[in-house]
């Protein structure tokens, strides 16, 4: 670029960036680092794996951006599928029984998709609202039955489902709870059968409407479950008349090698809540998912009207849009690349062990993977400061965005890449891991 054209540039950003701190309220941000920094990128464009800032910066998007730009960026096509539905039918409620076409052909495609019996999709506009549907379908449900007083939610410590008032209560990062007055009736438990046994003895199965739990935790640190886990939950959910809700909004759609995450775990839940990947976040789109026996019996219990409804449920431009998407990773088979590019991940990820001792606790599944860093291995000690987070700050200079997760004294950098990766890809995304961890190391650690 020229110098006219460099200052043009700068000066852009710098207008934006003043609007930004004027009007912006950001989600998940520090209010002060906001008005101290201002914004840190301003993205204008994608392409694949890419992301370009309007100073002309690009990197790598090394989580999909928030584990959800499962295509990768820049696919005209879907672009094409919201216009052209825009120009038939921008919107329609479904409100009272009304219904349009694509929002019928996708409830389909996913009763196509998922597990087992789940086979009706109530569409939210998120994650969050689809977690909440699905906390209050679950009581819901129960009180129908004459048990009104199953109403407790049971989640896992370290789990995330999102951030509406039910969703951050469900979530076991406590850092996401630290608002006043949240919903009651919220239990956590740690990632083993017994704390669930005991809780359910403690509290009485009696007043236990769900246990809600990620097939694998993403924001809590991408944690894989114990072998035979969900298998052992499915069992004591059954016995004790507790609903089982699979949260696969980050590992549905794919991102597990899998179209489902619990396909991997061989357990079929009653209510599974999906968004993101639906729609590879070209759209704002989400859902929950029920069996057909919770559908069946929801008809037989009431003649009443179902009181739940967002004004975007079953948008017919996002259904159009995420109806495209589903048809990209089939028609590409975008699932086999996960398998192979998250085979090749994992072997980066070995790699910068021999290189590094600091790294450990390599853990993924599909294009799902993490590493931490630790002080010591094998007291799985950390260091005093975490030091994934200067590793991301480096690895941007270099072209890469990752991301640290250092919830619960954790030290975790965390990747999930677009499907669409390729392995030389990879391979950069090693190498740049390799040397930000290098110059960190050479700055010194505590």
């Known amino acids: 670029m020229t110098m006219k054209t460099v200052e043009s540039v700068q000066r852009k950003y710098e207008e934006l960036a003043a609007l930004d701190k004027k009007h912006f309220m950001h989600p998940t941000s520090s209010f002060k680092q906001q008005q101290e920094r201002g914004p840190g990128f301003i993205f204008t464009e994608g392409k694949g794996i890419y992301l370009k800032d309007i100073r002309g910066k690009q990197v790598i998007d090394g989580l999909s951006s ?69 906390f209050k379908t679950a009581r819901y449900y129960w009180q129908l039955k004459g048990k009104s007083e199953k109403k407790k939610i049971i989640s896992r410590q370290k789990s995330y489902h999102g951030v509406s008032v039910g969703a ?39 007043t236990i409407a769900a246990f809600i739990s990620e097939p694998v935790q993403g924001s809590g640190g991408v944690n894989l479950p114990p072998p035979n886990y969900f298998k052992e939950i499915r069992e004591i959910c059954d016995q004790n008349e507790i609903l089982f809700i699979a949260d696969e909004v ?55 009207v179902y009181m739940h409804g967002y004004t975007y449920s079953g948008h017919p431009m996002c259904c159009a849009v995420a109806l495209k998407n589903l048809e990209i990773i089939e ?28 790294i450990g606790n390599i853990r993924g599944i599909g294009l799902l993977g993490a590493v931490e860093i630790l002080k010591d291995k094998e007291t799985n ?15 941007l200079k270099h072209g890469l965005l990752g991301r640290a997760i250092i919830y619960e004294g954790q030290d975790t950098l965390a ?8 392995k030389q890809e990879v391979e950069t995304i090693i190498s740049i891991i390799d040397k930000s961890l290098t110059e960190v190391k050479m700055a010194g650690l505590k």
């Open 66 to 134: 928030l584990w959800n730009v499962n295509i990768g960026h820049g696919r005209e096509e879907l672009g094409q599928a919201a216009m052209e539905q825009m120009k038939k039918l921008a919107f329609s409620s479904a409100f009272a029984t009304n219904s349009h076409e694509p929002v019928i052909k996708l409830a389909e495609k996913v009763a196509q998709m998922t597990p087992g019996d789940l086979t009706m999709t109530f569409f939210t506009s998120g994650g969050s609202d689809a977690n909440d549907t699905a």
């Open 168 to 206: 951050s209560s469900a979530t076991g990062l406590p850092a996401f709870r630290d608002f006043p007055s949240l919903a009651p009736d919220f239990y956590y438990v740690d990632s083993t059968i017994e704390s669930l046994k005991e809780l359910i003895a403690r509290e009485g199965a009696e």
């Open 250 to 304: 980050i590992t549905g759609f794919g991102r597990t090698g899998k179209n489902f995450g619990m396909e991997n775990f061989d357990a079929v839940p009653d209510m599974m809540v999906i968004a993101k990947g639906i729609s590879s976040g070209y759209a704002p789109l989400g859902g929950m998912v029920i069996s057909e026996k919770l559908k069946n019996e929801l008809i037989e219990l009431t003649d009443g």
């Open 331 to 358: 028609e590409e088979n975008l699932i086999e690349n996960v398998l192979n590019m998250g085979a090749e991940l994992q072997k980066g990820f070995k790699w910068l062990e021999q290189r590094h001792e600091e």
């Open 381 to 395: 000690t950390r260091f005093s400061e975490p030091v994934s987070l200067k590793v991301v700050d480096e690895a």
């Open 415 to 422: 990747f999930a890449p677009p499907f669409c990766i390729n």
